[in-house]
């Protein structure tokens, strides 16, 4: 089974920073990773898919990078609305294992 | 405008069952892959199971396999989760999820999804 990893766990941070985020897959997934963001006691939401494809709807500050095993979530200038835990998802293997996310929180 | 909308979650003794329907409204129903995401209070999110658009094939996650099915009926626009066997570790938000490409299967991306219907087990 694939296994996703996320580094860091959890983040502080400030509006108007640059934040990034990593991915880890334990095997190569190509390009087949989707990131979701998911604020207390909602529904995750579609961010970005296939590593670089940015949803319908969601701000350009969003960007993903990366393929094989190694991928990133870039929010450019952090806002007040994205204080919330994100999620990658590897759409390669039928497990398709979400990894544990990362909280952004207020510094 | 999609719509998903979960039901049938409650409180269910350990080894007892429940079935989750999820109404979808708002696209073609038939022709887009359906699946089942759970997430356990305070934890991340997990895969269940998935349903290809013709409902010929299905997958469970290892966790889930043998006591729950995923099943959907065309007809009624709906999906739904047949749960049994259940343990206090199946606690969690079930969320049901659209796929996001017309026909796909095999690589799913989850476009929309439910408000999530809370499934308890425990005595």
């Known amino acids: 089974d694939i296994q996703m990893t996320q580094s860091p766990s959890s983040l502080s941070a400030s509006v108007g920073d640059r934040v990034t985020i990593t991915c880890r897959a334990s095997?190569?997934?190509?390009?087949?990773l989707n990131w979701y963001q998911q604020k207390p006691g909602k529904a995750p939401n579609l961010l970005i898919y296939?590593?670089?494809s940015l949803q319908s709807g969601v701000p350009s500050r969003f960007s993903g990078s990366g393929s094989g095993t190694d991928f990133t979530l870039t929010i450019s200038s952090l806002q007040p609305e994205d204080f919330a835990t994100y999620y990658c998802?590897?759409?390669?293997?039928?497990?398709?294992?979400f990894g544990p996310g990362t909280k952004v929180d207020i510094k | 405008e999609v719509q998903l909308v979960e039901s049938g979650g409650g409180l269910v003794q350990p080894g007892g069952s429940l079935r989750l329907s999820c109404s979808a409204s708002?696209?073609?129903?038939?022709?887009?892959?359906m699946h089942w995401v759970r997430q356990a209070p305070g934890r991340g999110l997990e895969y269940v199971s998935g349903?290809?658009?013709?409902?010929?094939?299905?997958y469970h996650a290892d966790s889930v396999k043998g006591r729950f099915t995923i099943s959907r009926d065309t007809s009624k626009k709906t999906l739904f989760l047949q749960m049994s066997s259940l343990r206090p570790d199946d606690t969690a938000v079930y969320y049901c999820?659209?796929?996001?490409?017309?026909?796909?299967?095999?690589?799913?991306?989850?476009?929309?999804w439910g408000q999530g219907t809370l499934v308890t087990v425990s005595s």
């Open positions: 999820v659209k796929d996001q490409r017309w026909g796909n299967w095999n690589s799913p991306t989850f476009d929309y």
């Open positions: 708002g696209f073609i129903f038939r022709t887009y892959a």
């Open positions: 349903i290809s658009s013709d409902g010929d094939s299905t």
């Open positions: 095997q190569s997934i190509n390009y087949y």
């Open positions: 296939t590593a670089s």
């Open positions: 998802q590897q759409s390669f293997s039928p497990t398709f294992t």
